[in-house]
């Protein structure tokens, strides 16, 4: 069972900036795209970011293009989600996934690891 671990959630004001990170054990962690997904209180879980294998290529929400950056770290098996000029409306539990597949997406379904998921939470 591949786990993913996930850190840096919290509470900050709007406007401010927080990194997230999500570690794994998981050997084969460099063929595998990376993802990050978010749920607000209510609603669906929605794309937020992807990254491939070798990090050289991403796909962004546009909700979050131009304020987060995903990023990798395939020595460490770590993937990091750095976000800026965060907004109320950014508040959520965000969730780490992993793919089987190098290749970026948008759709859930092409994960089959998740997190536990890290509150995020900005004031106004």
């Known amino acids: 069972q591949v786990q993913l671990v996930e850190a840096g959630g919290g509470l900050v004001q709007a406007g401010g900036s927080l990194r997230l990170s999500c570690a794994t054990s998981e050997r084969t962690f460099s063929t595998n795209a990376m993802g990050w997904f978010r749920q607000a209180p209510g609603k669906e879980r929605d794309f937020v970011v992807s990254?491939?294998?070798?990090?050289?290529?991403?796909l962004y929400a546009d909700s979050v293009k131009g304020r987060f950056t995903i990023s990798r770290d395939n020595a460490k098996n770590t993937v990091y989600l750095q976000m800026d000029r965060l907004a109320p409306e950014d508040t959520a539990v965000y969730y780490c996934?992993?793919?089987?597949?190098?290749?970026?997406?948008?759709?859930?379904?092409?994960?089959?690891?998740w997190g536990q998921g890290t509150q995020v939470t900005i004031s106004a």
């Open positions: 996934a992993a793919s089987r597949a190098p290749i970026v997406s948008r759709v859930s379904d092409s994960y089959v690891y």
């Open positions: 990254i491939e294998a070798s990090g050289r290529y991403t």
